[in-house]
C-alpha cells in the first residue's frame, strides 16, 4: 500500500477524534477580526502557515547539517537549534487557525501533523538543553531525530494541502469554465434586492446580489472550502460564505475577512431588456 493511502485511512480514524477536540478548545482562544486574518494569510493572498514553517525547517535542517561537518559547529548548530524553536511558534498558530476551519477528515489528518511536528519540536528543544549542557552527543542524536519527526509532520501537511486541498483556490478552475462572452442569466426581477441569489453560466456557479440600484455578481463558489455563496448572505457591501464566514467584496471580489485568502473573480453585467447578462473580466490564460 503507498503511503499516501496509510495516510488516508487516518481520516476515517476515530481515535484522533480526542486530539481533534482539544485542538478546537485551543483554536477557540485565537483571536478573531483582523488578527486572526493575519494569521491565515489574507493580507498576503494565500495562506501564512507555508510561508511561516521554511524559516524553523530552514534553521533546523541547518543545523543537523553543521552537526555533521568536520569541524568545530558547536556554537553555530546550537544557535540555529533555538532559532528554530523560536520560529515555530508564528508557524505553530497560524497553522492551528487554518486547521480550525477545515473539515472533519482534513483535522484527524491535521491533529496526526500536528503531533509528529510537536514531537519534533520536542525533540529540538531537548537538544538545546542537551548542547547548553555539554552532552553534544546527545544534542547532536535529538536533533537528528527531530528532523525525521518534522519530515513525518511535513508529509502529512502535504497530503492536506496537494491531496485534500486544504489552503488552495478552490474557484480558481472555474475561470476556465466560463465561455467567452455575454451570458443571460434570466430575467432580473428573478434575483431578489437586497439579497443573493446563485446563477450558472453553462453550469458554472455565479452569485449575485442587488442593492442600492445596482446589481453585481461573481463567481459563486468560495475559494476556502468550495462553499455556494448564493446561500450566503449580504453584510455591508460584501457577500459572506455560508460555511465558514469568509467575506467578499460585491465590487471587486477582494477578500475583507477569512479564512479564505483567495479573492473570487468577479463578472462584468449588463441588463438588456429586463434580462441580467454577464461575462467574465480579461483574466491572463
Request: proline share 6%.
Amino acid at each position: 500500500m503507498r503511503l499516501g493511502e496509510r495516510i488516508r485511512e487516518i481520516e476515517n480514524d476515530e481515535r484522533w477524534d480526542p486530539a481533534v477536540l482539544r485542538l478546537r478548545r485551543l483554536a477557540d482562544h485565537l483571536p478573531s477580526g483582523p488578527v486572526r486574518d493575519l494569521l491565515h494569510g489574507v493580507p498576503l493572498g494565500h495562506p501564512a502557515h507555508p510561508t511561516l514553517v521554511h524559516l524553523p525547517m530552514g534553521t533546523w535542517l541547518a543545523a543537523v547539517v553543521l552537526d555533521a561537518l568536520p569541524g568545530d559547529h558547536r556554537r553555530g548548530a546550537h544557535a540555529l537549534v533555538n532559532i528554530g524553536l523560536l520560529a515555530s511558534l508564528p508557524a505553530v498558530v497560524s497553522g492551528l487557525a487554518d486547521w480550525s476551519e477545515q473539515h472533519g477528515r482534513q483535522q484527524r489528518v491535521g491533529a496526526a501533523h500536528a503531533a509528529a511536528n510537536g514531537g519534533g519540536a520536542l525533540m529540538f528543544a531537548a537538544s538545546s538543553v542537551a548542547r547548553a549542557l555539554g552532552r553534544q552527543g546527545w544534542g547532536r542524536a535529538l536533533a537528528l531525530a527531530g528532523m525525521g519527526a518534522v519530515g513525518i509532520g511535513g508529509t502529512l501537511g502535504g497530503h492536506l494541502t496537494y491531496y485534500r486541498s486544504g489552503g488552495v483556490n478552490r474557484a480558481d478552475h472555474l475561470l476556465d469554465l466560463v465561455p467567452e462572452g455575454w451570458h443571460d442569466l434570466g430575467p432580473l426581477d428573478g434575483f431578489p434586492e437586497d439579497d443573493t441569489c446563485q446563477g450558472d453560466v453553462d453550469g458554472v456557479p455565479v452569485v449575485v446580489a442587488r442593492t442600492n440600484g445596482s446589481v453585481r455578481a461573481l463567481l459563486g463558489t468560495c475559494p476556502h472550502l468550495g462553499a455556494p455563496l448564493g446561500e450566503g448572505e449580504l453584510v455591508e457591501g460584501c457577500v459572506r460564505c455560508p460555511w465558514h464566514g469568509s467575506e467578499f467584496r460585491l465590487d471587486s471580489g477582494t477578500v475583507v475577512h477569512g479564512p479564505a485568502t483567495a479573492s473570487l473573480e468577479p463578472l462584468e453585467t449588463s441588463v438588456v431588456d429586463g434580462r441580467l447578462m454577464v461575462r467574465l473580466r480579461s483574466v491572463g490564460g
